[in-house]
């Protein structure tokens, strides 16, 4: 059964540090990986997401995320937070000849503390 | 191009009551998923159709139906309206392939009185 953690419902992190925001999953076919971002009354945005080569993909507003196979991690990372990277963030996994529909974690609510 | 659309926005119904919601995807895009999002359980996936034949169908009860039609407009209904079912429904398209990047819409905000 495939199936998507974020360990941390709340990440907090001081404007211009590095931010990173938790995923791990489990799949029984091959991972399609993809992170989200919803900000307030809004839909969901997407940001990025890795199907196959370098395991360090580079998405919108200058986020990235790292596959880790061995791991089964697919961790959000920005070197500099701003203030307007404040939102939810949801993790989500598609098990490529597995189940196919796209699985979401329960979400990671970020705070950027001026 | 024009993002993905659904209407209403909001919805008041009350217990017993059936509701149907609409989902126009971005132009060209064949897929279409429908998803419920509450406080307390997050997103979840409740079916996914592509070229008007329900590809995929998540773990909700009968009550919960959908359909899509031959230009790729998606609708949602559910009948016998319990307060449960209160929820952001959030409607995503897709161009086809299972890799392709799913686009959201804004929402359709449910109230179950």
């Known amino acids: 059964a495939q199936s998507v953690a974020q360990p941390e419902d709340q990440v907090n992190v001081a404007e211009g540090n590095p931010l990173t925001v938790k995923c791990t999953y489990s799949v029984s076919g091959n991972p399609y990986l993809f992170w989200y971002v919803q900000y307030p009354n809004r839909g969901l945005q997407f940001l990025l997401k890795?199907?196959?080569?370098?395991?360090l993909v580079k998405g919108s507003y200058g986020f990235e995320a790292e596959f880790n196979k061995s791991q089964t991690s697919f961790h959000l990372k920005k070197p500099s937070a701003l203030v307007s990277d404040s939102a939810l963030y949801f993790c989500?996994?598609?098990?490529?000849?597995?189940?196919?529909?796209?699985?979401f974690g329960t979400g990671t609510r970020l705070t950027v503390i001026p | 191009k024009a993002g993905v659309t659904q209407t209403p926005r909001y919805l008041i119904k009350t217990r017993g009551q059936q509701v149907t919601l609409s989902c126009s995807p971005i132009s060209g895009h064949r897929s279409v998923s429908w998803y419920q999002q509450t406080p307390g359980q997050g997103l979840q996936f409740l079916f996914e159709y592509f070229s008007e034949t329900q590809r995929n169908k998540g773990n909700f009860p009968g009550r919960f139906s959908g359909r899509q039609f031959s230009n790729s407009r998606s609708e949602m209904n559910v009948s016998t309206l319990e307060l449960g079912d209160s929820a952001l429904y959030l409607c995503?398209?897709?161009?086809?392939?299972?890799?392709?990047?799913?686009?959201f819409g804004p929402g359709t905000r449910l109230t179950v009185l």
């Open positions: 890795y199907i196959t080569g370098d395991n």
């Open positions: 989500a996994v598609r098990d490529y000849g597995g189940a196919n529909n796209l699985f």
């Open positions: 995503a398209s897709s161009l086809a392939e299972l890799s392709d990047t799913q686009y």
